[in-house]
Nanobody, 123 residues
Framework: QVQLVESGGGSVQPGGSLRLSCAAS????????MAWYRQTAGKQREFVAS???????HYAGTVRGRFTITRDPDKNTAYLQMNNLNSEDTAVYLC?????????????????WGRGAQVTVSS
């Protein structure tokens, strides 16, 4: 079974940095895209950043220039480097990946989600 596990969350002061990791495991045939979303209580899930298999990247306007998404395809892992954090970045950060499982008989990819990593920015 395919799983995504995030790590690297924590608490940091405004202006600080954190790096999140998202590791995909299981019987994976290919990963087309990995992305980060974030969610706070009472708000809709918000897109943060994504990176495709061939290196195409997209960022939300609120994080562009401060956050950087990277991938290590050999490790099926995505990273989110977050710099110059502010209080509005406080959220649960969720990893998403579009994965073709090696066990899927039809060759269709599925959306997978991690459980999330808490990021708190506070003085």
């Amino acid at each position: 079974q395919v799983q995504l596990v995030e790590s690297g969350g924590g608490s940091v002061q405004p202006g600080g940095s954190l790096r999140l990791s998202c590791a995909a495991s299981g019987r994976i045939a290919s990963i087309r895209e990995m992305a980060w979303y974030r969610q706070t209580a009472g708000k809709q899930r918000e897109f943060v950043a994504s990176m495709t298999k061939i290196g195409g990247v997209h960022y939300a306007g609120t994080v562009r220039g401060r956050f950087t998404i990277t991938r290590d395809p050999d490790k099926n892992t995505a990273y989110l480097q977050m710099n110059n954090l502010n209080s509005e970045d406080t959220a649960v950060y969720l990893c998403n990946a579009k994965i073709l499982s090696a066990d899927d008989p039809w060759g269709y990819e599925s959306d997978y989600w991690g459980r999330g990593a808490q990021v708190t920015v506070s003085s």
